[in-house]
DNA sequence: TCCTCCCTGTTC
DNA sequence: GAACAGGGAGGA
């Protein structure tokens, strides 16, 4: 499940595939891939991928129009790809075959280049492709409401947005609040963090507050060193696997014994999310 | 603020 | 053949 460290690892190795390059065609191949509110995907013709980045758990190309795009239609300033829980976003030679669950194809070149093929694949189709104009993505209330970057947030405003009496565990995974933590990394930060993820989030004291942040920041910049984390299905544009899955502490531990202390995991639904934490070392 | 649903493959 | 995985939309 891509959160944000595989999502930066996936806008890493697609990068140099896709920078400078121009969109000549796609295919989709399941119409509920889209989002409701996009463009339709012919609006990418002859547009340039200018950047490719992450925000949140979202990648997003930047794209510039190239000189003999025809002006019929409005010009995208984005493509916007959400891969929720199975996407996967990787280039192909131009002619490949689509796979299972190939819900999207595009073709693109580099200019003096022959043509690749851009695909996207979602087992589960819960992932959305995005194409829109700047004004189209300043409606989407999801982007408009797309709380701070955890790597870039300081410690004030970290403070200040953890608030109400909601469990601390639904506050982390909430995106209005911080940007990119799924259930994964919450539930390793809160751990390491030494927080009960049940404790209503604005019981936190200051120095709570210091020592979660720093805890978050760590184990987010350690997971995209290790490329994130490989359950099952992800993947990075060039098929390699991340490796941080094999120093969790928590995450899908419930029942082993605690590695500081020994008494074991308790696995509890928070949020209507599995979550799992060691009663002992988390207060 | 919390719960249910969406969806498919894997595991029990 | 049911339980489970879970991000976010939408409804209670």
């Not at 499940?1 to 065609?25: D, I, K, N, Y």
């Not at 547009?47 to 000189?67: A, E, H, I, S, Y």
């Not at 936190?204 to 995209?224: D, P, T, V, W």
Request: proline share 5%.
């Amino acid at each position: 499940m891509p959160e944000l460290p595989e999502v930066e690892t996936v806008a890493r190795t697609l990068l140099p595939h896709v920078q400078g390059c121009v969109f000549e065609s796609a295919k989709l191949l399941r119409s509920s891939a889209m989002h409701p509110a996009s463009m339709p995907l012919e609006a990418l013709n002859r547009m340039r991928v200018q950047n490719l980045r992450r925000r949140g758990k979202v990648l997003v190309f930047d794209l510039t129009p190239t000189p003999d795009r025809s002006t019929d239609m409005a010009v995208p300033t984005s493509m916007v790809i959400h891969l929720r829980m199975t996407g996967r976003v990787f280039t192909q030679e131009a002619n490949s075959g689509q796979g299972a669950h190939t819900r999207c194809i595009w073709k693109l070149h580099k200019p003096d280049f022959s043509p690749f093929l851009l695909f996207f694949d979602d087992i589960r189709t819960f992932g959305k492709v995005f194409v829109a104009t700047e004004q189209l993505l300043a409606n989407w209330d999801f982007w408009k409401n797309l709380g701070p970057e955890p790597l870039e947030i300081g410690l004030a405003e970290f403070a200040s947005r953890l608030n109400g009496k909601r469990a601390l565990k639904s506050c982390l995974l909430d995106q209005t609040v911080i940007a990119g933590i799924g259930n994964i990394y919450a539930d390793e930060a809160l751990f390491a963090a030494g927080l009960d993820p049940r404790r209503p989030a604005s019981s936190l004291a200051r120095q709570e507050h210091g020592r979660l942040l720093s805890a978050i920041k760590a184990i987010l910049a350690r997971a995209i060193e290790k490329k994130g984390s490989s359950i099952r299905d992800y993947r990075d544009a060039d098929g390699n696997a991340g490796s941080f899955q094999k120093t969790f502490s928590v995450y899908g531990k419930g029942g082993k014994m605690c590695q500081r202390c020994g008494e074991v995991l308790q696995k509890e639904q928070i949020g209507g999310r599995a979550t799992v934490f060691c009663p002992h070392c988390q207060k």
